[in-house]
């Protein structure tokens, strides 16, 4: 004889003398209970990774417990992997990139970035509303961190972020070599078609490299905490509002401090004030590594540092290094 469970719903109502409508109700409460703690658990990891993104899923995990919530780092690895999430230290990345598509080296290690249109760079962050996520990707350059076009989609294809190269050439002209993460999009045929069409050249980040984007995710962090997490935008309309309303902000009247206290449209129309430098240099398992950023005027550095206390274990990811700005 079969067990209650495997029997029909409405076999199973008809025995226990309840109907149909009682268990479907239940059923959509459970589920609305499990969207909700869902939903929570997506704010804090989103707000999180963005305040650390070096944070793997371990670390998430604790953070997670730490916060009052019963999760295992399988139920975090889904949550951070439906964000498209992954930590920035060096290690296991979780970032697929297609595997037929080519990926090309990246070119920026000890350049001196020394004027505007030298280096562009791009790079996709998610944005959370309160009936799911959307994709927003943004074209920066180096020398003025002036955002030169962006786009939001409500989904992952490739076409919202090669609309956003082409306006931004159209607009800006062409850079000399453009940067971007391995993500399928960005390797995809359609995106570096349009480059190699415009003699750009092509440079990738290394897989898990933290600091190779790094005034992208500057830019992520600025739009999230100035932007985003103030005005808790209710649909992607509303979003769309606020988004174009800060990028013109951010251009045109929010002063860098790394740009001697200029705006990066500033910078960006007058070719002075700007630049950066990295310089890529790593050591042994017990010595110092640091990467520097510099301005051409105003000198900002930023170091990331490793110790020998922070040496992973077999298996385990390599702990983050601590960011130190100086200006």
Same mark, same amino acid.
């Given at each position: ?20 409508? !009682? ?33 793997? =899923? ?17 139920? !975090?690895?889904?949550l951070m992997q439906k964000l498209g999430l992954a ?156 988004? =174009? ?50 301005? =051409? ?28 700005v100086l200006s």
């Amino acid at each position: 004889m079969n067990s209650l469970e495997s029997l029909p719903v409405s076999r199973q109502c008809q025995l226990l003398a309840v109907t149909r409508s !009682v268990v479907y109700d239940k059923k959509k409460r459970l589920q609305r209970e499990v969207g909700e703690l869902d939903s929570m658990l997506l704010q804090l990891l989103d707000e999180e990774y963005t305040r650390h993104p070096f944070y793997g =899923t371990r670390r998430m995990t604790h953070y997670l417990r730490g916060c009052g919530y019963t999760v295992n780092r399988k139920r !975090v690895q889904g949550l951070m992997q439906k964000l498209g999430l992954a930590g920035m230290a060096p290690g296991p990345n979780t970032s697929k990139a297609h595997p037929q598509h080519k990926i090309y080296p990246y070119l920026l290690r000890g350049v001196d970035v020394v004027r505007v249109n030298q280096v562009w760079s791009t790079d996709i962050t998610y944005i959370r509303l309160p009936r799911g996520f959307v994709y927003l990707v943004a074209i920066i350059d180096w020398y003025s961190r002036k955002v030169l076009s962006w786009r939001l989609s409500n989904t992952m294809d490739t076409s919202f972020c090669v609309d956003s190269l082409e306006e931004a050439i159209q607009s800006q002209g062409r850079p000399e070599i453009f940067n971007t993460d391995q993500g399928s999009q960005f390797t995809s045929d359609s995106f570096t078609s349009v480059l190699l069409k415009n003699d750009i050249k092509i440079s990738m980040d290394g897989r898990g490299r933290a600091l190779d984007n790094i005034f992208v995710e500057r830019l992520w962090r600025s739009v999230k905490y100035e932007e985003v997490y103030l005005k808790k935008h209710e649909n992607m309309q509303d979003l769309l509002m606020g988004l =174009t309303h800060y990028f013109m902000f951010y251009n045109n009247e929010r002063k860098h401090q790394s740009l001697g206290y200029q705006t990066p449209e500033t910078v960006y129309r007058s070719g002075v004030g700007g630049g950066a430098k990295i310089v890529d240099k790593f050591g042994s398992a017990i010595e110092q590594s640091s990467v520097t950023l510099r301005s =051409t005027q105003d000198c900002s550095i930023i170091k990331s540092e490793s110790k020998a206390e922070a040496i992973p274990k077999p298996g385990q990811r390599r702990a983050a290094a601590t960011e130190k700005v100086l200006s």
